[in-house]
């Protein structure tokens, strides 16, 4: 009699995980979820429309578009556009983003505005300043 109140009881409990996990089988037209299993990135990809753009363009070592220094709140997200006549790398101190810049493309690069404070965005290997970003 024990015997077939515990396998009652387990046979029970079971049933009540099985519900409370969900359908395993997607409904038509819907996605299927991550099984625990699956890595989800930790990076979430940028909206496709950012707060601000400020557009940025080095040629012949200087910078012709300069935007100085761009006030910006913390949790806005920025898109920084940047064109050089020279292959270098694009650098946002303090958040420690990088990205190539290729001669005649212009580079994209988005920031998530988390960290307060004053940052400089400069042309790594010309050691050229771009733009400050100061976020309050």
Not at 20 to 44: K, L, M, Y
Request: proline share 8%; with cysteine.
């Amino acid at each position: 009699m024990r015997y077939t109140r515990w396998a009652l009881c387990i046979g029970i409990a079971a049933l009540a995980l099985n519900g409370c996990r969900g359908s395993e089988e997607p409904t038509p037209g819907s996605a299927p979820s991550p099984s625990p299993s699956t890595s989800v990135p930790t990076a979430v990809a940028p909206s496709a429309s950012p707060g601000r753009s400020v557009v940025l363009e080095v040629r012949n070592g200087r910078v012709t578009r300069d935007a100085g220094r761009v006030r910006l709140r913390r949790g806005e997200t920025v898109r920084l556009v940047v064109s050089a006549d020279v292959a270098d790398e694009v650098h946002v101190h303090g958040y420690d983003i990088r990205a190539d810049v290729v001669p005649g493309t212009p580079t994209e690069v988005v920031v998530e505005l988390t960290i307060p404070g004053v940052f400089a965005v400069e042309l790594e290997g010309a050691g050229l300043d771009l733009v400050e970003l100061e976020v309050r």
